[in-house]
């Protein structure tokens, strides 16, 4: 009867033949069996030459293969090896980065030497595979990433902006099923059905898979919307209860047991748009935001958050509210990440009170209400990086003209997208707002502006050009104080009357008082201006363009 081996006595017999490669590798190796002293290494058998190889490092094994059968024995041997592996690939050649292997940016100009050594570890299990790809890939490059991603990994990053055949939908399930937590393919994969990508979310959904993104063409998205959830992007959703966000034609995010599902747009770096579909398990954030995780420092072996890679992490900053993303920017990395985000969460309601001592913010929808008296720089900062982040109302407070430091903080505010912008300062001056601005915010769906101060640095065929867009765009309406004889020079210059006088037969003024006011029609928009006697008998006027049958005061 044999008698069975524990692991440890097995590890204990193997363990001193490794020791004899290791001295064999300096000296005989070379299979000879004319040697008086003993047998040589390849007098064992194969099976007993695979068990050694698996104890041996990647670079020992292949090393070891001095002959056709040593070659064959370890082309069979699959292990886990702890490394990651980055490869970028270029017109001229490539670069490959293992640093668990002692392989430092190694410039490989034979790709065919690089394809056999991958063909060689298919079926083995690493750590992470990361691939650039800058440009058109060749066929030879192409080959390359296929037995790549023959491998085992946990973590997978494809970057390229061509699309990648050699990436079907069983290459993908495959992954799945071995193990892979984490996918991220910045590349576009047309072999990639609507059906396919149905069929990856219900496999996700009932995997240990943690997240997954991909790069598909225009459309896609919002077909994948329809064929999936049953609902149209492109359309208001408020009823379902499993859409958590949505911004009609833009983003779109649902929940459904513990998968989130998010579909947005991005703009690469060649300024082409590609929708980004994106599948994540609720708990993944959490866990990677823990606190040993968001620390530069970990014990050796353990993965940080700050290990993943730039575009991976704005990924995950999609889904944090904008307090938590910007208690996240621990360091220059993280805050340049932050920056560079757009945001499509929408804050609510935003109320700065702008004083001769500092600023006070109030943003009820995060509970935020905070005077800062000192250096009010950190504001300005801070609405730096939620540029372009939607706001339903924009309400400002002056006493004043505002400071250089505070006018620098408004110009951040006003990068923002709000449906509504209300400046209230009778006595004190925008100098800073420019026409690009107010353009701006009226192309990014802005519906109503007043703007009850004086803004200086507007000139007249800036007011002129306002409302001639505004008769052909949605804004609902405009409003402006101006100086006394600017409202004069505008009224002349747009419709060729003279303010002070009287006006007969022209039947789009529909109100006329000279020198007071004057109300003007022209195809559903209403140009008002009248003048206003303030609190010091200063006489100033007041600019208004008002969309027909728009009431101005439902903005109260």
Request: hydrophobic share 40%; proline share 3%; aromatic share 6%.
């Amino acid at each position: 009867m044999q008698a069975d081996h524990s692991y440890a006595e097995e590890k204990s017999f193997i363990e001193p033949l490794i020791g004899i490669i290791a001295d064999m590798t300096k000296c005989d190796l070379s299979g000879s069996r004319e040697n008086e002293e003993g047998t040589s290494f390849l007098d064992l058998p194969n099976e007993v030459i695979a068990e050694i190889f698996k104890y041996l490092d990647v670079r020992t094994r292949l090393r070891m293969r001095i002959n056709r059968r040593l070659d064959k024995i370890e082309l069979g041997v699959k292990n886990a090896v702890n490394c990651d592996i980055r490869l970028g690939m270029r017109t001229n050649g490539a670069t490959m980065h293992v640093e668990q292997l002692g392989i430092h940016d190694k410039r490989i100009d034979d790709l065919s030497l690089l394809e056999s050594g991958f063909r060689r570890l298919a079926g083995t299990t690493v750590k992470i595979v990361r691939i650039e790809i800058e440009e058109q890939p060749t066929e030879e490059q192409r080959r390359i990433v296929d037995e790549l991603l023959n491998l085992n990994m946990k973590d997978l990053y494809l970057l390229m902006n061509e699309d990648l055949p050699v990436l079907a939908f069983p290459r993908l399930l495959r992954l799945i099923e071995n193990g892979c937590d984490f996918i991220v393919l910045r590349v576009l994969c047309d072999s990639i059905t609507v059906k396919d990508l149905c069929t990856l979310r219900k496999i996700i959904l009932n995997s240990t898979m943690q997240f997954f993104s991909i790069y598909v063409r225009p459309g896609i998205a919002k077909s994948f919307a329809e064929e999936c959830f049953k609902i149209n992007i492109d359309e208001s959703t408020d009823n379902t209860p499993q859409i958590t966000s949505h911004t009609p034609g833009s983003e779109l995010q649902h929940m459904e047991s513990d998968l989130i599902t998010n579909v947005h747009k991005h703009t690469t770096r060649s300024g082409e748009t590609r929708d980004v579909i994106t599948f994540m398990k609720e708990g993944y954030v959490s866990e990677m935001l823990k606190s040993k995780c968001a620390m530069s420092v970990t014990r050796r072996g353990e993965k940080s958050f700050l290990d993943l890679p730039n575009e991976v992490i704005i990924e995950v900053f999609k889904y944090l509210n904008l307090p938590t993303r910007l208690r996240m920017r621990l360091n220059k990395r993280l805050d340049k990440i932050a920056l560079g985000l757009k945001n499509a969460e929408n804050i609510g309601n935003i109320t700065l009170t702008i004083c001769t001592r500092g600023v006070k913010i109030s943003v009820p929808k995060y509970g935020i209400i905070k005077t800062i008296f000192d250096d009010i720089s950190v504001l300005e900062h801070s609405f730096r990086r939620i540029a372009e982040a939607t706001v339903n109302r924009i309400q400002i407070y002056m006493s004043g003209s505002p400071s250089e430091q505070q006018c620098q903080v408004l110009e951040q505010v006003l990068n923002l997208n709000c449906k509504v912008l209300r400046v209230d300062c009778m006595n004190g001056n925008l100098s800073f707002l420019t026409l690009s601005q107010l353009l701006r915010l009226m192309e990014n769906s802005c519906e109503s502006i007043v703007l009850h101060t004086f803004c200086d640095s507007l000139t007249m065929e800036d007011l002129c050009r306002l409302r001639k867009i505004m008769l052909t765009n949605n804004m609902q309406f405009f409003n402006l104080h101006v100086r006394q004889e600017m409202l004069k020079i505008f009224v002349n210059e747009c419709f060729g009357i003279n303010f002070d006088e009287p006006i007969l037969n022209l039947p789009q003024i529909i109100i006329h008082t000279p020198g007071s006011q004057m109300r003007h029609a022209e195809s559903g928009l209403i140009t008002f201006v009248n003048t206003h006697t303030n609190w010091e008998e200063d006489v100033h006027g007041e600019i208004i363009f008002m969309r027909d049958g728009f009431d101005r005061f439902s903005m109260n």
